[in-house]
Structure formats: structure tokens, C-alpha cells
């Protein structure tokens, strides 16, 4: 006899269940709001996941700027770690940096530009103030460019990021 009030029982809640959901679902101002909080919650996780990105593509390039100067002279490394960053680089237009030609992209403080032809082999970094270039101007060059840079502009880059 206990079976069968068990199985009762089972069955009695079973229905409750599916009548609430019946009456749940034609509800339709309570599907507006889930639909809603689904889109919501959609939306949200998505703009975690890209900020999440953001971060991990700014924290590769203060990485492979801060040992730059280190690998500079290792040919191999120098020019993997370049064709990198020259990737890199055109990522930072997520946070507000605008791509001004093919090769270069910039804010108001920073200008970069990427040689590309025939592939990524250097860079230089501008600083700026208010989107205009300084005079002299304030360069950090690349390796390959064969030219005396200024550090502390790669310094307040990596700052900057």
C-alpha cells in the first residue's frame, strides 16, 4: 500500500508541476521579462568574455614591450616578438585607438606604426599630445629601423596600457 501512496504522491506533484508550468507559459507578460532577462544575461556574459580578451591582448603587448629591449640583439627573437606586437598593435583599436592607414593607429597620446611589406618587421611608437606629433618629435624605433630612439616614450607607453 505504501507503493501506491508513493506513487501518489509522485503523480500529485507531477501534475502540480506541469499545471504551474502551463500557467507559467501563458503568462505573457512573465515571458516579456524571461525573455529579457535572457537577452540580458546574453548580452552580459558576452561583454565579460570581450573585455576578458581586452585584457589578455593589452597584457601580451606590455609583455612583449617590456622585454624588448632585452631581446633586441637575438635576431630570432627579435623579429618574432615584433611580428607579434605589429598583431597586436591593430587589437587596440577595441579601446578607443583609430586606425589612421593601413599601417598606423592611434589616440591622442600615442601613435603606432607598423612596417608590413612584405612582412611585419618594425614598429615605432609616437607620443602625442592631443593627436598632434611634438616638436622635436618623440620617437621609439624599432630595431631594424637603424635609428637612435627615445626609451622613455616605450616606457610611458607601457604605462600608458
Known sequence: MSEIDSKTIIGAIIGFIFA??????????????????????GVSGFYIIYIKVIKTEIRQIVKLLKNYEDIRDDEDK??????????????LKKIGFNLTDSNT???????????????????????????????PDVVYFSKRYNRIGDIRVLNDFIEYL
Not at 623579429?79 to 587589437?91: A, E, V, Y
Not at 603606432?112 to 607620443?127: D, G, S, W
Open 20 to 41: 504551474l508550468a502551463i500557467d507559467i507559459l501563458t503568462d505573457f507578460e512573465f515571458l516579456m521579462k524571461f525573455f529579457i532577462l535572457c537577452v540580458v544575461a
Open 105 to 135: 593607429i592611434k589616440d591622442n597620446r600615442f601613435e603606432i606604426h607598423v612596417t608590413n611589406f612584405p612582412i611585419i618587421h618594425q614598429f615605432l611608437i609616437r607620443k602625442l599630445i592631443n593627436g598632434s606629433r611634438l616638436n
Open 78 to 91: 627579435e623579429i618574432k616578438c615584433t611580428q607579434k606586437l605589429g598583431k597586436l598593435f591593430f587589437g
